[in-house]
């Protein structure tokens, strides 16, 4: 029997998610949309309750189709208020749309959004696991920089545990257990960023 995070449970939906997507590094520009947006629905709630509506966000939100996503109307996202298969916060829906416009902003600046996330870690997974790597404390100011950011880049629904969360979800900080199997598995996807806390915490604070 294979060995896994404690967080998926029992779930089969949560399990699929564990084994097969989350800490996966990811590279592609409409997966980190995506995710970020999802990301920013979770705020309040538990991550199992997005993930059984995904589906129906990728349905009311052109699956995710950044430029699509960013000329919706505001009688579009409305409409979306009585549908029962997402959250129907109107703040939130309308942040999606708000953050589209904003990630368009940034594919231009850098040529994608992947390469303006990764640049962050110098385009390395961290090892969350491995005590050469990044501190706990680290880890935070990490996910408050990106969040800090993102927030001045016009971003809403992005603050730090958001971003944590995100950073985890995407790959950028591979957070397995060191006993779960997916831990080796990802581990070998990427070299990961042996950097002493003390070093990237001077980056983060010199940004």
């Not at 090892?127 to 501190?135: A, I, P, Q, V, Y």
């Not at 100011?141 to 001045?152: A, H, M, P």
């Not at 070998?188 to 003390?198: A, E, P, Q, T």
Request: one cysteine or more; glycine letters at 4%.
């Amino acid at each position: 029997m294979k060995k896994r995070c404690l967080w998926p449970g029992d779930d089969d939906l949560y399990i699929r998610y564990h084994d097969e997507e989350w800490g996966v590094p990811v590279h592609d520009d409409k997966v980190l949309f995506e995710n970020l947006c999802l990301e920013g629905q979770q705020a309040g709630l538990s991550w199992i309750t997005i993930l059984k509506k995904r589906n129906n966000y990728r349905h009311a939100f052109y699956n995710f189709n950044i430029k699509k996503v960013s000329n919706m109307t505001d009688k579009e996202i409305i409409i979306l208020l009585k549908d029962e298969g997402i959250i129907r916060n109107k703040l939130k829906l309308f942040s999606i749309r708000n953050n589209a416009k904003a990630f368009l902003k940034i594919q231009k600046e850098f040529n994608s959004f992947d390469n303006y996330i990764w640049s962050f870690t110098n385009r390395k997974s961290i090892d969350t696991k491995n005590k050469n790597t990044l501190n706990n404390n680290c880890k935070l100011l990490l996910s408050n920089n990106i969040s800090s950011e993102l927030k001045k880049r016009g971003f809403k629904f992005v603050g730090p545990t958001i971003c944590y969360a995100y950073l985890q979800a995407v790959g950028i900080i591979n957070d397995h257990e060191k006993d779960c199997f997916r831990y080796k598995e990802l581990k070998s996807l990427y070299s990961s960023v042996l950097l002493k806390g003390i070093n990237l915490k001077k980056r983060i604070m010199s940004e």
